[in-house]
């Protein structure tokens, strides 16, 4: 774990909240904000913008998750939910919800560093993965446009394949753009073209 996070904490018992906190205090040197109520969440994370929610709560509903799940964005942050009981559905609502760890059993103050690191690394894993996700479908759209123009470029020229997708790659250099814009680009004109 980072030594100096920005962590907001909910939690609504007031000593067990100071408890979460003199337990972080111990790990690093973080910016901690405790937050009483779940209702608001939204508008309190976004003002703090924490590096990691930490959500402390006995008996999660199926409101309470989607209102973390709104709240906390868990596609931008890590989220740690710690429950003392939970269900299947529930546990489901809060995987799909985006949380990074679930845990049921309540908090305890000497798991918290090692369950925040999990949460950070599952986190950063996918994210890496989404990124790696969005990459391969950008590549596979681009190959499919530039597999159209070779395809508008076989017709016009009377060119095969390779010799379409050189010219295509020759245009590219020579106006410095990536050989899928250009793909782009003679596709949307002989769409409007027919």
Do not use: W
Not at 50 to 64: E, G, K, Q
Not at 139 to 160: H, N, S
Request: net charge negative; hydrophobic share 45%.
């Amino acid at each position: 774990m980072s030594e100096n996070l920005t962590i907001v904490v909910v939690e609504k018992d007031r000593d067990r909240a100071c408890a979460i906190v003199d337990a972080l205090a111990e790990t690093g040197s973080h910016k901690i904000h405790v937050l009483s109520e779940v209702s608001g969440l939204a508008r309190s994370v976004a003002r703090f913008s924490p590096d990691v929610v930490l959500v402390d709560v006995t008996d999660p509903s199926r409101d309470a998750i989607e209102q973390l799940a709104i709240a906390s964005d868990p596609l931008e942050r890590p989220v740690a939910l710690f429950v003392d009981r939970s269900n299947a559905q529930l546990t489901k609502a809060a995987i799909e919800a985006g949380v990074s760890a679930y845990i049921v059993d309540g908090l305890q103050n000497d798991r918290i560093k090692p369950i925040l690191d999990a949460a950070i690394a599952r986190f950063q894993m996918f994210q890496r993965m989404r990124t790696e996700l969005e990459t391969t479908k950008r590549a596979l759209e681009e190959r499919k446009i530039v597999d159209r123009a070779k395809g508008i470029v076989m017709k016009a020229r009377g060119l095969g394949e390779e010799e379409a997708y050189a010219l295509l790659r020759k245009t590219a250099m020579d106006q410095g753009k990536k050989v899928a814009d250009v793909a782009q680009a003679l596709v949307t004109a002989s769409e409007l073209l027919s």
